[in-house]
């Protein structure tokens, strides 16, 4: 009778933990919190307003914005003194000066070329912007899933070690009973130790990555820093539900694609300034000149009359040698590449979005079958082995044989759940979407 309510009231403790471990075991006050927990899109928007990257990138627009005040000023005018002596020569009293002004001519609409190829180069920077945010949301979505894949297994962990720990004080009592060998306790003893060593690496493994999420928050190493999502149930926004959607969604969004645009659009605006500046030029000129001379005579010296006068004229540069011919083709092989890189930006985003979706398809029929079968078969033979071995039919070599069954299977339920959630990522990033879309 008092071996039936010990078996009893063992099997019961056991339910019980394992019901508390399955929500709010050890690992969860620490690293989990669905209240106080920080989100991806917290942890997104954070960096976006801290990441020093992304902050050089905006300085980058900044200069442009300046180079665009600078590119619609209008040239300044040059004002030439010019002073003629006869003393050196042996007329002292023959002397000119000479003051003039000229101006350079902005023709064929050079000024207004110089105008648009700086508001090209301040969308185009903006846009690297983008391209930034996104690189550094792709790095956030990487450490986001390990950190959340390394709880869901600390979970697990914490979840098994507590079963066997209610199953070695079952142990002990058979073993001071004398109705079972000090070794399988310490067998048992020892897969405890062993479950607690990889909790530690795993835990380790946690702490790494939410390390590397506070520097992207900007929170202090020295301050916690706890989940808000868990990896069975984490999702992303906006995914579309087919490959042709996809693309049709990642051509328009991806930063490559506008980056190629803008750059096409920047390069047409410069050969178009670089062709302009390869054109005859043309400067205005005004002179003022005021002179007196002298007629040396045998019998004195003898001034004349102060003579003034007014020119006008124009100066022309002419185009004979250099008409930018060099920078011309530069210019025309530049928009060349442009093209090219759209051409071969387009290639590379249907093919990680292809890739996602494979990868996220391949991951839901992977946990369909964990799912449904592996872990439900893997947990029922578990508690009908413990029950067996409670009973005294089983050595407890068996049970943590089936036990690490067990584990292999969360863990590949836990890779699968990690896979599907960094394909999701993937396909968000590669799909050019924000948090905002």
Known sequence: MYRVLLLLALLIAAVDVSAQTSGADSSQPTYYSQVGGVSLREIVKRAIETNGEIKIAMLEVNKARARLTQAGLRPNPTLEVEQTSGRLAGTPGDNEITAGVSLPLELYGQRDRRVDRARAEIVLKE?????????????????????????????????????????????????????????????????????????????SKLDAAITKLKYFANVPYDQPLKLAEDVSTATLPNLPPSIEIGFAVGVKNRPEIRLAELEEQLFSAGLRLIRSEGKTSFSAFSRFTTGRSTIDLPIGVFPQDRDRSLTFGVSIGLPVFNRNQGAIAEAEIAIQLAREKRTLAEKLIRNEIVVAFQQIEAARRALNSLQSTVLPRSRANIETMRRVYELGEIKITDLLAEQRRLLEANRDLTETFTRKYKAEADLFIALGLTFDN
């Open 127 to 203: 846009a690297e912007i983008l391209s930034k945010q996104r690189e550094v949301a792709a790095k956030i979505f990487i450490d986001y899933a390990d950190a959340l894949a390394a709880f869901r297994e600390l979970t697990v962990l914490d979840e098994l070690i507590a079963l066997d720990l209610e199953t070695a004080k079952f142990v002990q009592i058979r073993v001071n009973e004398g109705e079972t060998a000090p070794l399988e306790l310490s067998l048992l003893q020892t897969e405890i130790e062993r479950l607690r060593v990889h909790r530690h690496l795993v835990e």
